[in-house]
Antibody, heavy 118, light 105 residues
Framework: QVRLQESGPGLLKPSETLSLSCTVS????????WSWIRQSPGKGLEWIGY???????NYNPSLQSRVTMSVDTSNNHFSLNLSDVTAADTAVYYC????????????WGQGTLVTVSS | DIQMTQSPSTLSASVGDRVTITCRAS??????LAWYQQKPGKAPKLLIY???SLESGVPSRFSGSGSETEFTLTISSLQPDDFATYYC???????FGPGTKVDVK
């Protein structure tokens, strides 16, 4: 059974960079695409972007200027960096796997709450 | 960007009821739409993809239909485990609907 687990700081100050990692177990990073999705009370579920096992990326245009994703196939994990955070970036952040041949998400991590506050 | 709406925003129902939730897209998404179930404190769970394909392991009381701009999720006989919030998602710009909460009548 594929499992995803997010990790990273839960509290950031405005202007800092959010850095999260997602470790995949029970399956391989290859040959899938991996996403980050966040959920906040104000904006609901929001897709942040995805990265393939080979490093191909696609980011939400509304966040593109601040987002970077990377993948480490040898250690079966992928990462998210979101720069210059504000209170509006406070959310539960999920990592998820894109279902083969679709743009939908079949495996999700449990989510990690990130709060941005001074 | 394609905008998604769902109706109703809240639905009160009883065990055994037939429940229908509607999702509308601001422009055609063909059949590239999915439905998810989310319970409090948990990640969303994929139920239906490509408008009507049942994800493996999902009970057959869940079904999806529709195309282009209008889609429905139907639960044929609501079970206690089905009280949750349901979201649609389209694959063009990967946007989600605002959700429909199914609660106890």
């Amino acid at each position: 059974q594929v499992r995803l687990q997010e990790s990273g700081p839960g509290l950031l100050k405005p202007s800092e960079t959010l850095s999260l990692s997602c470790t995949v177990s029970g399956g391989s990073i290859s040959p899938y695409y991996w996403s980050w999705i966040r959920q906040s009370p104000g904006k609901g579920l929001e897709w942040i972007g995805y990265i393939s096992y080979s490093g191909i990326t696609n980011y939400n245009p509304s966040l593109q200027s601040r987002v970077t994703m990377s993948v480490d196939t040898s250690n079966n994990h992928f990462s998210l960096n979101l720069s210059d955070v504000t209170a509006a970036d406070t959310a539960v952040y999920y990592c998820a796997r894109r279902k083969t041949n679709t743009y939908f998400f079949d495996y999700w991590g449990q989510g990690t709450l990130v709060t941005v506050s001074s | 960007d394609i905008q998604m709406t769902q109706s109703p925003s809240t639905l009160s129902a009883s065990v055994g009821d037939r429940v229908t939730i509607t999702c509308r897209a601001s422009q055609s998404v063909s059949r590239w739409l999915a439905w998810y179930q989310q319970k409090p404190g948990k990640a969303p769970k994929l139920l239906i993809y490509d408008a009507s394909s049942l994800e493996s392991g999902v009970p057959s009381r869940f079904s999806g239909s529709g195309s282009e701009t209008e889609f429905t999720l139907t639960i044929s006989s609501l079970q206690p485990d089905d009280f949750a919030t349901y979201y649609c998602q389209q694959s063009n710009s990967l946007t989600f609907g605002p959700g429909t909460k199914v609660d106890v009548k």
